[in-house]
C-alpha cells in the first residue's frame, strides 16, 4: 500500500521534528502563564544543542548530554527570570539579549566541534505490542525518539497540573492578576522564578534533541529559527498543553514537507514555508478571535511589583 | 523613600539626564569586565586583547574607516527602530527589511537598464520601497488582526533570508561567478562613491546622518511624531483622543523598514557590489540595531553616538577574528551582555540615593509614603 508507507512516514517524521517545536512549547506556555514572555528561547535551544552536544561526545552518554543541556536551559532561563522579576527589566529586551547571547556563546564555544558525527546518538525505542497495530502502530510507536514519547506524555501531565491541581491554579492566577495572587498568599515571585526556568529546562532539553538524536552532531545555527516558532506555537496553541501537541505536530509536518517537496520546487523557497506559515496561522488566529486574544493570560508582559497600584 | 543603613533612597519619576549616561556607561564597563573573563577563559589575555583591539581600531586611520562603515548600517536601522520603538511597536524585522532593501537595489542595478546617473538615486527609492513594504505587512497585522509584532517581524526576517538564498542559488545566480552562489558583480555605475583608501560610502552615511536629524524633527516637532509618541506612551489616551492606529502604525513601518532598506542599498552598492549571501550582506546590523535604539533611549540624534560605538564593535570583531584568532561571535556575546546590564541596571535610574538627614528616624511608615 503506497500511500499507507506515505503516511506513515509523513507522521512519524513530523513527530520527530515537532518533538523539539512540543518541548519547547510546553516550556513556554507554563513561563507565560506565570506571566513572563522569554523571547529567548532560541538561545536557551541552541546553548542546550551544544552543550548535549559535547557533554555526549566527550562522555559517551547521550542520556547525560540530555540532562547536562536541560540544566544549561535552567540557568540561562535565570539570568531572564532575574533581570525581569527581580528587577522588572522588559522583558522582550531581556529575552532578546538572551537569544544574542546563546546564539554568540554557542558560536564561540562550538568552533572546534563542528562537523563531527556524534559517536553515540539517543537509541530510538520501538514499544512492544503498540507497534504491532495497523497503520497507527508503525506510525506512532516505532523507531521514535524517547524523548518524543516524553514529550507526548509530558504535554498531558501539564495540562492536567496546570488545569486540574492547586499548583495550577496558582500559576495561572499569578498569569492573571498577580496582586490578587499575592493578596491570596501565593509567593508570585517564586513561581515566576520557577516557571521561567521550567521554561528554560524544557528548551534546553529540545536542543539537546536537536543535536544528539535528530542530527546527532552539531553545527552553528542548527535552531535555524525553531525558537522563535517555539513562540509563535505558544500563541497559535492558546497557552493549553494538550492544544501544543497539535500545533507541533503540524509544524514538524511543515518542516519534513519542506525536505519532501524538493523534487518539485527549490529548497531556499520550501526552507521559507514554516516561516510564512507560522504568519499566517496567527493571522487566521487572529481573524478568529475576532481581535481578542483569546487565552492570553491577563498580566502577560507586566512586571509586577509588590505594593504599587 | 526607603532607608538603608544611612542612605535614603529616593524614587523619582523621570530619570535625570546624567543619571541615563551614567548608568548606561556603567552597564557597558560591567560587560566589558565580563567579556575579559570570557577572553581570559577562551586562553587570551585580556588585557592583550583590549590593547590589540584599541589600537587596530581607534588607533589606525584604516581601523577608524572600519568603525565608520560598519556605523553606517547600524545608524539607518537604528534610527528606524528608534521610531518604531518609541510607537511601542516592537520591530525585530531590521534584519529583514535591510535584506530587502539589498535585493530591490541589486535588481534594479542589474535589470532594470536605468542609465548611470538614474541608476544609484533609482536604487536608494526603490530599496527605500522594499524595505517599507517588508515593513508594513506586519503593521497591518498587528493593528488589524492583534497579531504580535515581535513574531511577525522576526518570521518576515527568515522568510526574507531564505528569498536572498534562493535569488543568488537560483534565478540570479551569476553566470560569470563560477558556480559561486552569487549575482553578477553590479555595472560601475552602481558602484556607490567611498572615501579614498577605505570602504566607507559616503553618501550612505549622509543620508545616515540626514535621516537623523529628520527623524528627531518629525518625532519632536510634528503632527505624526506627536501622534507617535502618544501612541507608545499612552494607547489608552491615543485611541481617547481618535488617533488612527493604522496610519501610524504604518507610518512607522514605512520609516522603519525603509531606513533599513536604504541600510541594505548601501551594503550592497557601496561594500559587496553584488548580492551574495544573507550572512555576508548582513552581519547581523538588524539585530544589533535593537541595542543601538535601546541605547540611545528614544532620541534619534543620539543613535548616532550608540551607532558608532556599536560600529566599534563590529570593528573589534574583525581585529579578534584576524589577530586573536577567536571568532566573530564573540560580537554576539557581548552585544547579549550590553543589553543584559543596560536593562539590568534600568532600575537604578530612578533611584537617588543620598545621605539621611540627620535625626530622622526609621518609624517604619516611610516605606508605605513610596508612590
Not at chain 1, 525553531?226 to 498543553?241: K, S
Request: with cysteine; glycine share 12%.
Amino acid at each position: 500500500m503506497d500511500w499507507q508507507s506515505w503516511l506513515i512516514g509523513i507522521v512519524g517524521r513530523a513527530l520527530a521534528f515537532g518533538t523539539p517545536l512540543l518541548w519547547g512549547t510546553l516550556g513556554e506556555i507554563y513561563a507565560e502563564r506565570a506571566g513572563v514572555v522569554n523571547l529567548g528561547v532560541e538561545g536557551m535551544m541552541i546553548l542546550g544543542a551544544f552543550s548535549a552536544f559535547a557533554v555526549a561526545q566527550s562522555t559517551g552518554h547521550p542520556g547525560l548530554g540530555i540532562m547536562v543541556a536541560a540544566v544549561v536551559g535552567g540557568v540561562a532561563a535565570l539570568i531572564h527570570a532575574f533581570l525581569t522579576v527581580t528587577l522588572r527589566a522588559n522583558q522582550y529586551v531581556s529575552g532578546l539579549a538572551l537569544t544574542m547571547f546563546g546564539l554568540g556563546l554557542a558560536g564561540l564555544l562550538g568552533r572546534g566541534w563542528e562537523g563531527i558525527p556524534l559517536r553515540q546518538p539517543l537509541p530510538d525505542v520501538t514499544i512492544p505490542g503498540l507497534a504491532k497495530i495497523p497503520l497507527l502502530g508503525p506510525m506512532l510507536f516505532e523507531g521514535q525518539s524517547i524523548l518524543t514519547y516524553a514529550g507526548l506524555i509530558l504535554a498531558v501531565v501539564l495540562w492536567i497540573i496546570l488545569y486540574r491541581t492547586r499548583w495550577g491554579i496558582s500559576i495561572r492566577s499569578v498569569g492573571e492578576s498577580p496582586a490578587t495572587a499575592d493578596a491570596l498568599g501565593v509567593n508570585v515571585f517564586l513561581i515566576r522564578y520557577l516557571c521561567v526556568m521550567f521554561g528554560g529546562v524544557l528548551a534546553g532539553v529540545a536542543g539537546g534533541f536537536l543535536s544528539v538524536d535528530y542530527r546527532p552532531s552539531w553545527t552553528e545555527g542548527m535552531t535555524a529559527g525553531m525558537g522563535w516558532i517555539v513562540i509563535a506555537l505558544t500563541i497559535f496553541a492558546a497557552w493549553d498543553p494538550l492544544q501544543a501537541i497539535g500545533g507541533a505536530l503540524l509544524f514538524g509536518a511543515l518542516y519534513h514537507l519542506s525536505y519532501r517537496l524538493q523534487a518539485w520546487l527549490p529548497p531556499e523557497l520550501l526552507k521559507l514555508m514554516p516561516y510564512a506559515f507560522a504568519i499566517l496561522v496567527l493571522a487566521i488566529a487572529g481573524l478568529g478571535g475576532a481581535g481578542r486574544r483569546r487565552g492570553a493570560p491577563g498580566a502577560l508582559g507586566v512586571p509586577y511589583a509588590r505594593g504599587e497600584k | 523613600m526607603k532607608r538603608v543603613g544611612p542612605f535614603v533612597l529616593e524614587r523619582r519619576l523621570a530619570p535625570s539626564r546624567a543619571a541615563v549616561i551614567g548608568v548606561s556607561v556603567l552597564a557597558v564597563l560591567a560587560a566589558l569586565l565580563v567579556m575579559a573573563i570570557i577572553f581570559w577563559g577562551y586562553g587570551v589575555s585580556p588585557w592583550h586583547a583590549y590593547a590589540t583591539i584599541a589600537k587596530s581600531t581607534l588607533g589606525s586611520r584604516y581601523g577608524l574607516m572600519e568603525i565608520l562603515r560598519r556605523t553606517i548600517p547600524l545608524l539607518l536601522c537604528g534610527v528606524g527602530l528608534v521610531i518604531a520603538f518609541r510607537s511601542q511597536f516592537w520591530n525585530i524585522g531590521a534584519e529583514g527589511q535591510l535584506l530587502a532593501g539589498a535585493v530591490a537595489a541589486t535588481g534594479v542595478a542589474l535589470y532594470s537598464g536605468i542609465p548611470a546617473p538614474w541608476l544609484l538615486p533609482t536604487m536608494f527609492v526603490v530599496g527605500f520601497l522594499a524595505g517599507a513594504v517588508w515593513g508594513i505587512i506586519p503593521a497591518f497585522l498587528k493593528v488589524k488582526l492583534r497579531v504580535n509584532d515581535v513574531i511577525t517581524t522576526l518570521m518576515m526576517n527568515y522568510i526574507m533570508i531564505y528569498i536572498v538564498e534562493w535569488l543568488i542559488h537560483g534565478p540570479w545566480k551569476g553566470p560569470t561567478m563560477r558556480g559561486f552562489a552569487y549575482t553578477d558583480t553590479f555595472p560601475k555605475a552602481a558602484w556607490l562613491p567611498t572615501l579614498p583608501l577605505s570602504r566607507v560610502h559616503w553618501p550612505t552615511l549622509v543620508i545616515g546622518l540626514v535621516a537623523a536629524v529628520l527623524a528627531a524633527f518629525i518625532l519632536a516637532r510634528t503632527r505624526l511624531g506627536y501622534e507617535i509618541r502618544v501612541v507608545g506612551e499612552s494607547p489608552d489616551a491615543a485611541r481617547y483622543a481618535g488617533i488612527n492606529f493604522l496610519r501610524v502604525s504604518l507610518w512607522v513601518m514605512i520609516l522603519s523598514g525603509g531606513l533599513a532598506g536604504l541600510a541594505g542599498v548601501g551594503e550592497v552598492g557601496g561594500i559587496h557590489h553584488k548580492l551574495l549571501s544573507p550572512v555576508q550582506v548582513s552581519v547581523g546590523y538588524g539585530y544589533t540595531a535593537i541595542i543601538v535604539a535601546w541605547l540611545a533611549r528614544g532620541s534619534p540624534i543620539a543613535a548616532i553616538m550608540t551607532a558608532a560605538l556599536f560600529g566599534l564593535i563590529f570593528a573589534a570583531g574583525d581585529v579578534i577574528k584576524v589577530a586573536l584568532r577567536m571568532p566573530f561571535q564573540v560580537t554576539g556575546v557581548f552585544n547579549g551582555l550590553i543589553l543584559f546590564f543596560l536593562i539590568g541596571v534600568e532600575l537604578l535610574m530612578y533611584w537617588r540615593v543620598r545621605l539621611a538627614p540627620k535625626g530622622e528616624r526609621w518609624t517604619g511608615k516611610a516605606g508605605s509614603s513610596e508612590s
